[in-house]
């Protein structure tokens, strides 16, 4: 397994990027969707580096937990379209869809979207039995000259939550010159950054600098808020049943429109537009369509649901406040994502749909004027109660129970918010005991709950 970043760890502690963080891409999962396509896209590089007239033949193996409910995740749809070149940033999520399992016969594939190479379905193999020391969220890829058995590149990554990907023995990312930020390791520390008027934020924003001009991150937060804000949009206004096979039908449309018959009869409800907002992301999530990874795609309708409902609700609410937001979450999520995970096949759902949570409940505490030492109690408290939180997920789909588990936990995350603002930051579990917490009971959670649907709700509920 590689290393952490000698960035992170030497200049800023374990603060990884907001703009990483939440990256904008496209559904129904980080993990198994745009974990894998970034890892297409890296190796059809390198291969047509290593053969610039372009192998032979591709072959992939998708093992464990992204073999396991990789189908259901288009997981390898999302692989051969990294092949083919496209970025889950920018491409256009419909190009995505059948990418493997519509892949005509006798066609090749188009490596880096520009090299025609010979390609078979069948060239990608789903291995479920095989349990990968590294991570359970492995892959690896392939490339063959003339002739060969023997590949002439072979590389194996893994999707380690959030979109993120490592490759097995690449150097660590190289230190960003001019980073000088102080760095924090633990929540212990990152309040002990703060003080004398400086916030979370603040030291987040620091930070930052070790990426890039502060114009930049602006444009960067800017352009992520406007994702998600489209994300909800587009999510209400959809309709129609879910891919899949499940039938799940979309309900944030008609939740929509009975929230605006009940104001428009003068019965205010602010809880229920949190809850469609959360459901109106999830069900655009499921349906593949452009998402804001945050931390994961499976627990992308928190953190939109709850800055919609500030953006919407509070009064004061401008963009400074949508960026605090945004920098308060990205700091709280990296000390989870260092000291635990943010990978329901690494910790369970209490990684995915918890770690939202109490980053969504962090964001809201410093919009709301909390200190940070409110900001941690409120992260801690959506954290806590999402502890031992499986991940079985019906025929490996993100739909049951995730699309309604994100509504829930964003009116967790306002409770917790509203908890710790009710209270002077001082409390007895501390942000980082139950963040140690939540490691420790992923590692001895078992396996049918991370991720594989051979547990739960994901054999106990009859498939239609
Ligand atoms: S159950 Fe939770 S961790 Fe598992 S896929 Fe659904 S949202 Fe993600």
């Known amino acids: 397994m590689t290393t952490a970043p000698a960035r992170t760890e030497d200049r ?36 047509l580096a290593a053969l610039p007239d372009g192998p032979a033949r591709v072959e992939g193996v998708l093992y464990g937990s992204l073999a396991a409910t990789g189908l259901g995740h288009g997981t390898p749809d999302a692989l051969v379209a990294g092949l083919a070149g496209l970025d889950p940033e920018t491409c256009d999520p419909a190009d995505v869809r059948g990418a493997w399992s519509g892949h005509p016969a006798g066609q090749p594939l188009l490596l880096g979207g520009t090299t025609p190479v010979p390609f078979d379905s ?22 063959f000259a003339e002739g060969a058995t023997v590949p002439v590149l072979e590389e194996t990554y893994l999707s380690v ?14 230190v960003a010159p001019g980073a000088g930020a102080p760095g924090y390791r633990t929540g212990e520390e990152l309040l002990a950054l703060c003080g004398a008027g400086r ?12 990426y890039r001009s502060s114009a930049a991150t602006t444009d960067g937060l800017d352009a992520i808020w406007a994702a998600m804000h489209a994300c909800v949009e587009a999510g209400l206004d959809a309709q129609g049943i879910l891919p899949g096979g499940l039938g799940v039908p979309r309900r944030a449309r008609a939740m929509r429109d009975s929230i605006l018959a009940a104001e428009a009869a003068g019965r205010p409800a602010t809880a229920d537009w949190l809850q469609a907002f959360a459901l109106a992301v999830n069900e655009e999530n499921a349906g593949g369509g452009r998402v804001v990874t945050a931390p ?49 096949a690494e910790g369970g759902c209490q990684a995915e749909v918890g770690s939202a949570c109490a980053m969504a409940a962090a964001g809201l505490t410093a919009v709301l004027g909390g200190s940070p030492e409110q900001v ?18 019906i025929a490996g789909l993100v ?40 490691r420790q009971t992923g590692a001895d959670m078992s396996d049918k709950y991370k991720e594989t649907s051979r547990g739960g709700l994901a054999v106990n509920v009859v498939e239609c």
């Open 12 to 47: 800023t502690g374990v603060y990884v990027s907001a703009l990483e963080l939440f990256s904008i891409g496209i559904g129904p999962s980080s993990s198994h969707t745009v974990g894998p396509m970034r890892a297409g896209r890296d190796f059809a590089r390198r291969a």
């Open 122 to 143: 069948a060239h990608v193999v789903l291995d479920p039995f095989f349990r990968p020391q590294a991570h359970p969220n492995t892959l690896t890829l392939r490339a």
């Open 161 to 174: 939550g959030g979109g993120f990907v490592e490759r097995v023995g690449a150097d660590p990312v190289p």
């Open 199 to 210: 916030s979370i934020a603040d030291v987040a924003w620091a930070a930052e600098a070790a």
């Open 296 to 344: 994961t795609n499976g627990a992308a309708g928190i953190l939109p649901a709850v800055l919609m409902y500030y953006w919407r609700f509070e009064p004061d609410a401008d963009i400074e406040g949508v960026r605090t937001f945004l920098l308060t979450a990205a700091a709280i999520g990296s000390l989870i994502k260092a000291n635990a995970s943010i990978s329901g």
């Open 376 to 393: 941690e109690n409120a992260a801690e408290i959506a954290m806590e109660h999402h502890l031992g939180l499986t991940c079985d997920p």
């Open 399 to 438: 739909q049951i129970p995730c699309i309604e588990r994100n509504a829930v936990a964003a009116t967790t995350a306002v409770t917790a918010t509203r908890l710790a603002l009710h209270g002077d930051g001082s409390h007895i579990v501390s942000l980082d005991a139950v963040i140690e917490t939540m």
